[in-house]
């Protein structure tokens, strides 16, 4: 059975850190273009980061660039988004998302909210 099931949600001060992560299992995620996703209220889901390939290639926003960075640990079948210097605007429940040989899969979800 696939799944993924996203952690490390939580409210941050702007400027703070979180580190989301994504436990995949019933497939192995080196095999899979593996994204975090966002959504805020009020607006469509947004792609924030990939990595794929066997270097672990990766691509982001540009609205994340050199905040965040999206990494992997095969071993573990782990997924992780560390975000830095978190604004207000990143705010939004953010999704794991797997794209892949048999198919397309989506976590719950975990809020991360930014404010003071």
């Known amino acids: 059975q696939v799944q993924l099931v996203e952690s490390g949600g939580g409210l941050v001060q702007p400027g703070g850190s979180l580190r989301l992560s994504c436990a995949a299992s019933?497939?192995?995620?080196?095999?899979?273009?593996m994204m975090w996703y966002r959504q805020a209220p009020g607006k469509e889901r947004e792609l924030v980061a990939i990595?794929?390939?066997?270097?672990?290639?990766?691509n982001y926003a540009d609205s994340v660039k050199g905040r965040f960075a999206i990494s992997r640990d095969i071993a573990k079948n782990m997924v992780y988004l560390q975000m830095n210097s978190l604004k207000p605007e990143d705010t939004a429940v953010y999704y794991c998302?797997?794209?892949?040989?048999?198919?397309?899969?989506w976590g719950q979800g975990t809020q991360v909210t930014v404010s003071s």
């Open positions: 998302n797997a794209n892949g040989p048999i198919g397309v899969y």
């Open positions: 019933g497939f192995i995620i080196s095999r899979y273009q």
């Open positions: 990595i794929w390939g066997t270097f672990g290639s990766t």
